[in-house]
């Protein structure tokens, strides 16, 4: 059987940004990867709804990355039609003797103990942390330096392009500005 060094970053990508871009683009060039697996939430387990539908953040996901090797857009969360604990993903994408790194933002740091089997979780990840609004982030995780410090929350409030992937953002847009007008109409 193959070894494969893998990363997974999962998230809601409420809309996918250029911060995650940046994410995803650190994460190529500082880690020794076979594969970086992104993979879009149907529902973040904290959360209790998504603003944009899953197969729309997972079709801009796909656009966003599509040039991008090494890259794939996992549809396996979103599959489920469930909120998915992160252990759960990374047992379906971990083969016996494959390294996987599991990159989370700076912001998840101080919640990150009551995720759902959280010994067992970080027994089988090498943890990447993206920084993110200066929160400093322990020795004990390997570090992503990311210079986008871009709030989805802020984004769906007051969509602005120059955040946004230019081959995605007219339908974000527009999305978004929709969904703001109809206000508690939200998928």
């Known amino acids: 059987m193959v070894k494969m060094k893998k990363a997974i970053f999962g998230g809601s990508f409420d809309p996918p940004h250029i911060g995650h871009l940046a994410i995803i683009k650190q994460a190529l060039s500082s880690l020794e990867i076979d594969e970086l697996i992104v993979v879009p939430a149907f529902?973040?387990?904290?959360?209790?709804?998504?603003?944009?539908?899953?197969?729309l953040r997972l079709k801009w996901l796909t656009i966003m990355t599509e040039k991008l090797q090494k890259v794939k857009i996992s549809s396996f969360e979103i599959d489920q039609n469930r909120a998915v604990s992160s252990i759960e993903t990374v047992r379906h994408f971990k083969d016996e003797?494959?390294?996987?790194?599991?990159?989370?933002?700076?912001?998840?740091?101080?919640?990150?103990?009551?995720?759902?089997?959280?010994?067992?979780?970080?027994?089988?990840?090498?943890?990447?942390?993206?920084?993110?609004?200066?929160?400093?982030?322990?020795?004990?995780?390997?570090?992503?330096?990311?210079?986008?410090?871009?709030s989805a929350t802020q984004l769906r409030e007051q969509v602005q392009e120059a955040y946004l992937d230019k081959n995605i953002a007219k339908e974000i847009i527009t999305y978004y500005k929709d969904i703001s007008l109809k206000s508690d109409e939200y998928p």
């Open 43 to 55: 529902l973040n387990p904290f959360k209790s709804k998504s603003y944009a539908p899953a197969a």
């Open 97 to 150: 003797g494959d390294h996987i790194y599991f990159i989370i933002g700076a912001d998840n740091l101080a919640s990150l103990r009551q995720w759902n089997s959280f010994e067992a979780l970080d027994d089988m990840v090498t943890w990447v942390v993206a920084t993110r609004n200066d929160i400093k982030i322990p020795e004990q995780y390997l570090t992503l330096k990311v210079d986008h410090d871009i």
